[in-house]
C-alpha cells in the first residue's frame, strides 16, 4: 500500500463506519487524518461528526482549525455558527454567518442567520436575510417557512400565506405541515389545524412535538380522548419541555379530575416530561386508562 492511497482507504472506512453508524470508531479515523494530512476538509469531517455527537467544543476547535487551514472557506464559518446556535449564543452564531455569508451567499446560510437573529429579537433583520435568501432561490421552502414564522406574533394571514408557500414547494416535509397547522389554530380554525396536524404525524411519526401541538388541536375541538392519546404518545417519544404534561393536566382539570390535573401542572414545571413520569410517579398517564394519580 503506498502512502498516496492510504489515506483515500482511511476515507472509505471513516464514511462507511459513519453510514453503519459507528461514530466513535469513524470520527477517530478522521482526526488521525486531521493530524497526518492537514486539509480543511479533515478538519470539518471531524466538526460535523463531533456536533452530530454533540460535543459542542469538540466541533468548535475542529472548525476553528479549519477556518486556520482556510480562512476561505465558508461552510467552517457556518459551522461555527451552527456550534454557536446549538449553545443558544446567537451573537455569536450571527457574526459566524454574516462572515459566511460575505464569503459565498447561500439561501440556506442567510436563513439560517435569519433564525438566529429571530432568536435574538431582531426581527427585522431577519425578514430581510429570509427576503435575500428568496431572491438567491426563490424555491427554498425553508426560507418562506421561516418567513411565516417572523410574522406570527403580528399578521396571522400573512404568516400562513407564506407557510402554504412552504408546503406547495414541499408537501411532503413534516415542518413545513407542522406549522402551516399550528398557524392554522392560531386563527381558531381547529378542525383544519387538526387535519394539518394529523398529516405532519404521519409524515414524521417521530416527532413529538407535532403530537403535543395536535393534542392541544384536538382539546379545543373537544375530542378529549383522542388528545389525550397524543400527549401520552409524546411522552414516550421523550419530547423535550413540559407541554405534554401541562395538555394533560388541562384535559384533567377541564372534566373536574382537578387533583390529578393539578399534580401534574405541579410537576411540569422545569423538566423534560419523561422525567417527570418517572420521577413523580405519574406513569399510569401512560397506561391509556385515563385514572392519573
Known sequence: MTD??????QVKRAELLEHE???QAALDIWEKLARAHPHVLFSKRVGLLAQKMGRLQHAREAYESAVRLDPADSSAYSGLAEV???????????DFYTKA?????????????????????????????????????????????????????????????????????????SDNVRVLGVIVGLQSRHAEAVKLLRRAVELAPDKGSTQTYLGNELRLSGELKAAEKCFREAI?????????????????????????GSHIL?????????????????????????QGS
Do not use: H, M
Open 4 to 9: 498516496s492511497t492510504k489515506p483515500r482507504e
Open 84 to 94: 454557536a446556535a446549538a449553545r443558544k449564543d446567537y451573537r455569536e452564531s450571527i
Open 101 to 173: 455569508i460575505e464569503i459565498e451567499p447561500r439561501a440556506s446560510a442567510l436563513t439560517l442567520l435569519a433564525f438566529a437573529q429571530r432568536q435574538d429579537g431582531q426581527l427585522s433583520a431577519a425578514r430581510q436575510s429570509l427576503q435575500r435568501a428568496l431572491e438567491l432561490d426563490p424555491g427554498f421552502d425553508e426560507a418562506w417557512l421561516q418567513l411565516g414564522l417572523c410574522y406570527i406574533e403580528d399578521d396571522l394571514s400573512k404568516a400562513e400565506q407564506l407557510a402554504r408557500k412552504a408546503v406547495d414547494l414541499d408537501p411532503e416535509y
Open 236 to 260: 414516550c417519544l421523550r419530547t423535550r419541555g413540559a407541554a405534554p404534561l401541562i395538555g394533560l393536566a388541562n384535559i384533567r382539570l377541564g372534566t373536574g379530575r382537578s387533583c390529578g
Open 266 to 290: 405541579r410537576a411540569s414545571f422545569g423538566s423534560r416530561s419523561y422525567v417527570l413520569c418517572r420521577t413523580y410517579g405519574i406513569r399510569s398517564l401512560l397506561s391509556g386508562s385515563g
Open 21 to 23: 453508524g459507528q461514530d
